[in-house]
């Protein structure tokens, strides 16, 4: 198959990662420990101070430590982003390895890189120029690495492990500058980031996959669908980012309320875009039947756009609405959006990030806009007011409507590093010196990894075979004995008739 695709390809491309590969694993990982070496230290709470600390903060047990409050929500997220992104990515007839095995080695760098760049801007002690790290940097750079992964899947099969590599580089980098921005100079309020995470995630991969446009990619078209157990495993990563998306959403929300209610309200929108994508994915098929790449990813849409709005009180009716909303606009996306993107913008999205993710974060960015701008003492009460929105310090006489407007902002600012960043990084990716795969030869495990022989097929055959020449057998002897039955009752009616 290797000799075949050099003959129908342009220009043949070297894939040989031995050396590029390595580098930039053993280069990189040195850099961190230098890095953590330099400037990471363990906060208060996971030092060995610790005691001293309770005694000084007059702190009388250690339940009290917020490990023990935020780590089932980051056992959680963990999940999430190793088995659920993971396992998602396997929908693929031949890229399994690739999919899964790619996702663990890109989220294995990136919450590394991500706990130095946002150490740096939220976590940095002007004491001592050391950035102290505990439980919640810890979700915070699952977080970070989440909008990496989400890049990944409009690239799937169609770039090297090194491109991945430099792309989340650039991406965590990016991140953390606009999660600064968006949370702290603008003060807005994105606990489950549909802004930071999703919208930003969504467009920065759209927008590499855009730049890397592969006009020959049709030569890799026997690759590109999937089969009934590969739809399987991709759907064990749906299962496990649905149940765990409540927590995703709620992991870093405000202790008591807000974290409640953001469990409620998202696991409400999930819910309900479950029917509803369903509901259209029959309706678009002439005979009623379902796709299961609608059931795999546009359940998940409710999740996504309830990030920004988890902690308000939009009100279970209204996480409901959202859910049915987002369940038919991200099945519609997969159904129409992604053909057409890919045949008038050139936008080869081979997951459909932009249904489940950038869709639906944009969606999440607007429903918190406006329930922002028009949140009420009525409904929250005064401390309600300025323990869901932090109105205080320099923010403490923000209005309602101020902070709608803010929330906008930070959606337009998710925006714009997600397409500038798209397009720096698309540019520097589409360098010929990466290793990424020919147009024919896309989608396939081969190029990159070692596969084991695949001797399933043939006894599969034979124990095929065997069991039709068992029926057929069954089906001869069954015939023989009902002759025989005939036979002798025939010679019985004779002899009683004598």
């Given at each position: 198959?290797?000799?075949?695709?050099?003959?129908?390809?342009?220009?043949?491309?070297?894939?040989?990662?031995?050396?590029?590969?390595?580098?930039?694993?053993?280069?990189?990982?040195?850099?961190?420990?230098?890095?953590?070496?330099?400037?990471?230290?363990?906060?208060?709470?996971?030092?060995?101070?610790?005691?001293e600390y309770m005694?000084?903060?007059?702190?009388?047990?250690?339940?009290?430590?917020?490990?023990?409050?935020?780590?089932?929500?980051?056992?959680?997220?963990?999940?999430?982003i190793f088995v659920g992104f993971g396992f998602l990515m396997t929908f693929l007839k031949r890229y399994s390895f690739g999919g899964v095995g790619f996702n663990f080695l890109i989220a294995a760098f990136g919450i590394q890189w991500a706990l130095l760049m946002q150490g740096w801007f939220h976590s940095l002690d002007p004491t001592d120029g050391t950035i102290?790290?505990?439980?919640?940097?810890?979700?915070?750079?699952?977080?970070?690495?989440?909008?990496?992964?989400?890049?990944?899947?409009?690239?799937?099969?169609?770039?090297?492990?090194?491109?991945?590599?430099?792309?989340?580089?650039?991406?965590?980098?990016?991140?953390?500058?606009?999660?600064?921005?968006?949370?702290?100079?603008?003060?807005?309020?994105?606990?489950?980031?549909?802004?930071?995470?999703?919208?930003?995630?969504?467009?920065?991969?759209?927008?590499?996959?855009?730049?890397?446009?592969r006009p020959n990619l049709h030569q890799s078209k026997r690759l590109q669908g999937s089969h009934y157990h590969s739809d399987v495993f991709a759907m064990i990563g749906t299962l496990f980012l649905w149940m765990f998306w409540p927590s995703f959403n709620s992991a870093i929300a405000n202790h008591g309320d807000g974290q409640h209610r953001a469990v409620i309200n998202t696991y409400l929108a999930l819910a309900s875009s479950v029917?509803?994508?369903?509901?259209?994915?029959?309706?678009?098929?002439?005979?009623?039947?379902?796709?299961?790449?609608?059931?795999?990813?546009?359940?998940?849409?409710?999740?996504?756009?309830?990030?920004?709005?988890?902690?308000?009180?939009?009100?279970?009716?209204?996480?409901?609405?959202?859910?049915?909303?987002?369940?038919?606009?991200?099945?519609?996306?997969?159904?129409?959006?992604?053909?057409?993107?890919e045949k008038h913008m050139k936008i080869q999205d081979t997951c459909g990030i932009h249904n489940l993710h950038a869709m639906p974060g944009l969606l999440g960015g607007v429903i918190g806009a406006i329930t922002a701008a028009t949140a009420s003492k009525s409904v929250y009460g005064h401390e309600g007011l300025v323990n869901t929105f932090n109105f205080v310090d320099e923010f403490a006489n923000r209005s309602v409507g101020t902070q709608g407007a803010h929330q906008a902002a930070g959606l337009c600012v998710a925006l714009i590093f997600g397409l500038g960043g798209g397009a720096l990084v698309g540019g520097i990716l589409k360098l010929p010196l990466w290793g990424d795969p020919e147009d024919c030869n896309c989608f396939d495990d081969e190029v990159y990894w070692e596969l084991p022989e695949d001797e399933e097929s043939i006894p599969a055959i034979i124990e095929y075979n065997n069991q039709m020449d068992s029926k057929r057998f069954d089906m001869v002897e069954s015939n023989v004995n009902s002759l025989n039955l005939t036979d002798r009752s025939q010679t019985t009616g004779h002899l009683c008739a004598q």
């Open positions: 198959m290797m000799g075949n695709c050099q003959a129908c390809c342009n220009r043949p491309k070297n894939t040989n990662i031995r050396i590029s590969l390595p580098a930039i694993c053993f280069v990189w990982q040195i850099s961190m420990i230098i890095l953590f070496g330099v400037f990471v230290r363990y906060d208060e709470e996971s030092d060995s101070h610790w005691v005694r000084e903060n007059n702190i009388t047990s250690h339940v009290e430590n917020d490990f023990y409050y935020r780590y089932p929500s980051f056992q959680d997220v963990h999940v999430m102290k790290i505990g439980i919640e940097n810890i979700i915070n750079a699952d977080f970070c690495v989440a909008g990496c992964l989400i890049a990944f899947g409009a690239c799937l099969g169609k770039v090297s492990p090194v491109q991945l590599m430099v792309m989340t580089l650039f991406g965590v980098t990016l991140f953390a500058v606009e999660e600064y921005i968006i949370l702290n100079i603008i003060h807005a309020k994105d606990a489950g980031g549909s802004m930071t995470i999703h919208t930003f995630g969504g467009y920065y991969g759209l927008v590499i996959s855009w730049v890397l446009y029917l509803t994508a369903i509901a259209i994915s029959s309706l678009s098929h002439r005979r009623g039947k379902l796709d299961m790449v609608h059931v795999q990813n546009a359940t998940l849409a409710g999740g996504v756009a309830m990030g920004t709005a988890a902690e308000f009180m939009i009100m279970p009716y209204g996480s409901l609405i959202v859910g049915f909303c987002c369940g038919i606009l991200s099945t519609f996306g997969y159904l129409v959006l992604t053909p057409f993107l």
